[in-house]
């Protein structure tokens, strides 16, 4: 799954490619308690273990990819 992380006053957004097991709902519950100011820091780890700290006032938009972390190329469905 890959998230995609917008960041205020910055040209480029931040992409995390996250492990294919992640809880997606976990993840969601945390970016929501981050944009209603419940947390000062959001903190992500990729599937290589690195982490990521966004402060929460700084987010711009947080998308989040699909849950199977699947890509479509051409113009199959």
Do not use: C, H, W
């Amino acid at each position: 799954m890959d998230v995609r992380i917008g960041v205020t006053q910055a040209p480029r957004e931040i992409g995390i490619e996250l492990a294919v097991g992640a809880d997606r709902d976990e993840l969601k519950t945390r970016i929501e308690a981050a944009l209603a100011g419940a947390t000062d820091v959001l903190a992500i780890t990729d599937k290589r273990g690195n982490q990521t700290f966004v402060p929460s006032a700084k987010i711009a938009y947080v998308e989040l990819g699909s849950p199977d972390g699947e890509r479509k190329i051409g113009f199959g469905g």
